[in-house]
């Protein structure tokens, strides 16, 4: 796993985010606010394409496919294990609530639901392998809500594809 760029705490991007996803999740029934917080997180977390791609192989090339990554979590000592669980949960639920397209373009071609399944599996792996710490019981609910996380980032993607908010996003520098 390599570093990944940080956006400052204040940015209007955070806010924008924190909106969205609060939107998002209430048009999927959920009012969660770790899961809030979380997914708000993870969109400004993604906004650097290079934080899509953290998760590298032995020869330190970047690793594009999920495959791929399972495979790496597979052969890593036990605390970059879970870094690679963590972002397979992050980059399923990425992918299927804002480029689910993706999936049928790419190389190999892949179910939407098997994403789903293996992003509801990394974050429950992740949980369980923190021995059910209460700290950690955001993994237990993004694996359990999974599909309406989905939805919710699907709403945003909805919302930020817009050409309204699109004009609005580049009028007021929200990048």
């Known amino acids: 796993m390599v570093p990944g760029?940080?956006?400052?705490?204040?940015?209007?991007?955070?806010?924008?985010?924190?909106t969205l996803?609060?939107?998002?999740?209430?048009?999927?029934?959920?009012?969660?606010?770790?899961?809030?917080?979380?997914l708000s997180n993870l969109l400004v977390e993604f906004v650097h394409m290079e934080n899509m791609y953290k998760?590298?192989?032995?020869?330190?090339?970047?690793?594009e496919y999920l495959t791929d990554m399972l495979g790496c979590a597979e052969g890593a000592?036990?605390?970059?294990?879970?870094?690679i669980?963590?972002?397979?949960?992050?980059?399923?639920?990425?992918?299927?609530g804002l480029y689910p397209e993706s999936l049928s373009r790419a190389r190999r071609s892949v179910s939407p639901s098997h994403y789903a399944a293996q992003?509801?599996?990394?974050?429950q792996i992740?949980?369980?392998?923190?021995?059910?710490?209460?700290?950690?019981?955001?993994?237990?609910?993004?694996?359990?809500?999974?599909?309406?996380?989905?939805?919710?980032?699907r709403w945003v993607r909805s919302y930020i594809n817009d050409p309204f908010y699109q004009y609005m996003f580049r009028e007021f520098d929200i990048t």
């Open 55 to 63: 998760v590298r192989d032995e020869s330190g090339q970047r690793v």
């Open 85 to 96: 669980y963590k972002h397979v949960g992050d980059f399923t639920l990425f992918v299927l």
């Open 21 to 38: 996803t609060h939107r998002g999740l209430r048009e999927s029934h959920l009012s969660d606010e770790e899961i809030h917080l979380y």
């Open 126 to 153: 992740l949980f369980e392998r923190q021995n059910y710490r209460s700290s950690m019981v955001v993994f237990r609910k993004l694996s359990d809500e999974f599909e309406g996380c989905i939805q919710a980032l």
């Open 5 to 18: 760029n940080e956006i400052p705490a204040h940015h209007p991007v955070r806010e924008l985010f924190l």
């Open 77 to 83: 000592g036990s605390v970059e294990r879970s870094d």
């Open 119 to 123: 992003g509801r599996r990394s974050y």
